[in-house]
């Protein structure tokens, strides 16, 4: 390929990877934590009477019937859960949405639970779950923005039409030296060098893995509109009816009696005779009292692929037993849905088991320090060209101001969202039960870190601040297993400390992840204590250009 194509190639590589880098870390480093969304949220959950149990499935029924005459409104969509976590709620749970809220906006919900009591009467109860992992998932989804709304999803799709283009004008640039350099990792003093041959290997490795994030990203930011065109020109507008199920014509169009509702045990058993292999986790309930009824038996099949995070579906007939829609249950999908759903779980992870979460783990990770890395690169390119001018007396030449903003933006927003993730997990012990509204304290607390990072790192410049934010971040980070053991040690401080293997795999995680973060702190601070003068990683050549 012609040279000046591919400057003209590099040159995109390098702007749309500075336009969208800072976010897509965010994106990743948050996205990286969600794939262990389950384990975070049990975490985080609090010790309770009605969560961490399972109902008697044998009075399942007794509980919906009595729950449905005393709160019909709950017969819109309820859920039975079959697996016991400390985030899940023993009997049925259902959610109240604020009208006009967006679907995707979980800020705008309510929660309810209802459990039978000993004398058969229903206690219905408003609970407040911890919304941690959901923020963080929603901070993955809108790569860093507060909401998941509409327009903020358009904004990721955007941000994923610049990640595409980086992939492909990356892939192009290192096409004619890709044999040769693919796995050279040339280690010595030339850090640049040594940088950039780390990042194009980690690139080339996971450019699979990037590429169906990059994609399934802009399907996700603008599938309402792919839905409605392909609702229109494909489904002649009944795209919604492979959800809902159909309607039962033996139904009376009066409002049916939910006691006449087969028992959740001999569903399950419908279920289990068209797919032995699939395993239930629960039974989400929908119109019961009207003539399209169904129940989605959710759960997750380990020899297929799941078509979402949760896990697939197969709609039953609550009344009949009757199989109504299997086209969500893995290994029983078509063709076209098995193709769209293996998308879906190429993205969230949803096969292969935990091998396959710690693979997405660590590319999530690896991914966000591509973006912080490749800044990184494009700083010390600016330093090495300018020093190619230098001055008239021999001295280095002073970075151009943009250079040390972007340097100071870089660091400010990655390592505030860093700092901003960790501590904001830790308040979920220690604020419980403390403030009114911790959902909006994690929201707050995350933001206000954020932004205080990136205002010490245009305050003090990228050098330094760097090596600060490194060790906040370790500090923040092994305050989450140091959480733990305090409440262990000591009950009388309010907070609990959970016994399941998924909370402490969360604490063993952060544990290691401090380590990390102490070990980058050093190697930046001997980075910039003994760089060049002229670079943005010095601390002489930062504080010259911090005045």
Request: glycine letters at 10%; charged letters at 15%.
């Amino acid at each position: 390929m012609r040279s000046e194509f591919i400057r003209i190639y590099k040159s995109v590589h390098t702007w749309t990877g500075i336009v969208a880098g800072m976010v897509l870390f965010i994106a990743f480093y948050a996205g990286a934590i969600t794939i262990f969304k389950e384990p975070l949220a049990r975490w985080a959950a609090p010790p309770s009477a009605i969560h961490g149990h399972t109902h008697p499935l044998g009075d399942a029924s007794a509980l919906i019937v009595a729950t449905l005459q005393k709160y019909p409104e709950a017969a819109k969509d309820f859920r039975l859960h079959l697996e016991v976590a400390e985030h899940l709620p023993k009997g049925i749970s259902w959610e109240v949405r604020a009208p006009g809220a967006d679907d995707h906006d979980h800020s705008a919900v309510r929660h309810y639970v209802a459990v039978l009591e000993t004398g058969g009467d229903v206690q219905v109860e408003e609970v407040h779950p911890s919304g941690l992992a959901e923020f963080i998932d929603t901070l993955h989804r809108v790569v860093g923005l507060p909401y998941d709304t509409d327009p903020n999803r358009w904004v990721m799709g955007f941000v994923a039409v610049l990640y595409a283009l980086a992939l492909v004008s990356g892939v192009i640039v290192l096409l004619p030296s890709l044999v040769k350099d693919f796995f050279a990792l040339r280690v010595g003093k030339n850090l640049k060098r040594m940088w950039l041959d780390a990042h194009n290997v980690v690139g080339i490795v996971s450019l699979p893995f990037h590429v169906v994030m990059a994609l399934t990203a802009v399907v996700f930011a603008y599938h309402d509109g792919f839905y409605l065109i392909q609702d229109k020109f494909i489904h002649d507008g009944r795209w919604g009816s492979a959800f809902q199920g159909r309607a039962n014509a033996a139904a009376p169009a009066t409002q049916r009696d939910p006691a006449a509702m087969r028992s959740p045990a001999d569903l399950l058993d419908s279920v289990r005779a068209l797919s032995p292999s699939f395993e239930p986790t629960s039974l989400q309930y929908l119109n019961v009292t009207g003539p399209r009824a169904a129940v989605r038996v959710w759960g997750h099949d380990p020899t297929a692929h799941s078509p979402r995070f949760v896990g697939g579906f197969v709609a039953v007939d609550p009344y009949s037993g009757e199989i109504m829609n299997a086209d969500f249950l893995p290994g029983h999908q078509s063709l076209s849905n098995a193709i769209i759903g293996s998308f879906f779980a190429l993205h969230f992870g949803a096969y292969g088991g935990a091998p396959v979460q710690w693979i997405y783990f660590l590319l999530g990770l690896a991914g966000a320090w591509l973006f912080y890395g490749g800044n990184l690169l494009w700083l010390e390119t600016r330093r090495i060209k300018a020093a190619r001018t230098g001055n008239a007396d021999g001295t280095p030449p002073e970075q151009r101001r943009d250079v040390r903003w972007m340097a100071a933006a870089t660091v400010g927003v990655c390592l505030g969202a860093v700092c901003g993730i960790s501590l904001t997990i830790v308040a979920a012990r220690w604020l419980h039960g403390r403030v009114e509204d911790i959902n909006a304290w994690h929201q707050g607390i995350y933001y206000a870190v954020f932004f205080s990072a990136l205002v010490w790192a245009f305050r003090r410049g990228a050098a330094q601040s760097s090596v600060h934010l490194l060790r906040l971040a370790a500090v923040f980070t092994f305050a989450i297993p140091a959480t733990s053991f305090l409440a262990w040690i000591f009950p009388s401080l309010g907070m609990w400390a959970s016994g399941s293997a998924a909370a402490m795999g969360v604490d063993g995680t952060a544990l290691a992840g401090g380590f990390c973060f102490i070990w980058l702190a050093r190697a930046t601070n001997r980075r910039v204590k003994g760089g060049p003068v002229d670079s943005i990683w010095s601390i002489r050549g930062d504080s010259a250009g911090g005045r």
